[in-house]
């Protein structure tokens, strides 16, 4: 079982709709949570980290849930400048060094 | 956010020789990262470089593939090594700051290679 697993969509759609989607995780220890977007041939941004409490970034809004070991990321109101991938990361402190586990990635396209 | 930057963005190289990755941050940083992107894939780290000590690498990267330097604290390199056409692939450095309530790591623009 891969440490951080996505959907990989794509997910299509409509402009102005709204899109969620989710990211497993296998380690519980796992100490703190993002998604970063990354747009076509280039590097990965940060997009948000993810709070405990769920935490809401304009039209981004994140969830931990610590017991099923997922996170979510809703996107209200979506826009053309949407679409990209996003990518769900794990981060570790381990005594080997802290670590970010990468999941796959979700594609969305937004549509007009 | 720090700002990243890295030499060459891209290159073509020729399979059995070697490329020399250059990472340069505008501020001072205690760990710096190395990631490799394979087309279609998601990020895998290579190895932490920390600044006067050997760089510690995940399980898959052996030093005498991927030897990495990180003289100071603004600066560090990745070779790769005796290149074959797998190793094609985006290779990207990145560095950790303190956010508010985490550590984030943000990331340079990639080196783009291609082994023929």
Redesign the interface.
């Known amino acids: 079982r891969k440490e951080v697993e996505q959907d990989p969509g794509p997910f299509n759609v409509p402009e102005g709709a709204t899109v969620a989607f989710n990211c497993t995780y296998s380690n519980s220890a796992s100490q703190s949570f993002f998604w970063y977007r990354q747009d076509c041939r280039k590097e990965p941004k940060l997009l948000m980290s993810v709070y405990s409490s769920g935490n809401e970034d304009g039209r981004f809004t994140a969830q931990l849930n610590r017991a099923s070991q997922y996170i979510s990321l809703l996107i209200r109101d979506s826009k053309l400048s949407d679409s990209a991938t996003y990518l769900c990361v794990v981060y570790m402190i381990k005594a080997a060094g802290n670590k970010l586990t990468f999941g796959g990635g979700t594609r969305v396209l937004v549509k007009p | 956010?720090a700002v990243i930057s890295q030499k060459p963005s891209r290159d073509i190289c020729q399979r059995g020789t070697s490329l020399t990755i250059q990472c340069q941050v505008d501020s001072q940083v205690t760990?710096m990262?190395w990631y490799r992107q394979q087309p279609g894939?998601?990020?895998?780290?290579i190895a932490?470089a920390?600044q006067g000590s050997e760089a510690?690498y995940?399980s898959g990267f052996v030093i005498d593939k991927f030897p990495i330097s990180r003289p100071n604290l603004t600066f560090s390199t990745l070779t790769v090594s005796n290149m074959s056409p797998e190793d094609s692939s985006i290779y990207?450095c990145s560095v950790?700051d303190p956010?508010?309530?985490?550590?984030?790591?943000?990331?340079?623009?990639?080196t783009?290679l291609t082994v023929l």
Not at chain 2, 99 to 110: A, K, L, T, V
């Open positions: 956010s760990m990262f894939q998601s990020l895998t780290l932490t920390n510690t995940e990207l950790e956010g508010q309530y985490y550590n984030e790591q943000f990331f340079g623009p990639g783009r």
